[in-house]
Nanobody, 120 residues
Framework: QVQLVESGGGLVQPGGSLRLSCAAS????????MGWYRQAPGKERELVAA???????NYADSVKGRFTISRDNAKSTVYLQMNSLKPDDTAVYYC??????????????WGQGTQVTVSS
């Protein structure tokens, strides 16, 4: 019913930057909160950043001042600009969206994940 397609991951050196994108498609009436999570090997999935439909944002303490979340409601897309990357940022990054379907059912949908590796 809803597909989230992520892009923009890859290998980057410490101090470098990456920009992740996540586009939603399907039977969408509206999208509420959107967010990025990450999961490193052997660790639980954690919230990185979230943004409401009105543009209010929330960040994990570990990424404040380095990462910026934004969204384009017309394109049903959320972005994560990651600057000053550190090896500890290495993880699989997942996009999440709380979507109101055309049937007026609300679902929480996940992307397939994109690998971000920070290494010299």
């Amino acid at each position: 019913q809803v597909q989230l397609v992520e892009s923009g991951g890859g290998l980057v050196q410490p101090g470098g930057s990456l920009r992740l994108s996540c586009a939603a498609s399907g039977s969408i009436f509206s999208i509420n909160d959107m967010g990025w999570y990450r999961q490193a090997p052997g660790k639980e999935r954690e919230l990185v950043a979230a943004i409401t439909s009105g543009g209010s944002t929330n960040y994990a303490d570990s990424v404040k001042g380095r990462f910026t979340i934004s969204r384009d409601n017309a394109k049903s897309t959320v972005y994560l600009q990651m600057n000053s990357l550190k090896p500890d940022d290495t993880a699989v990054y997942y996009c999440n969206a709380v979507v109101v379907l055309t049937s007026r059912t609300t679902v929480s949908s996940w992307g397939q994940g994109t690998q971000v590796t920070v290494s010299s």
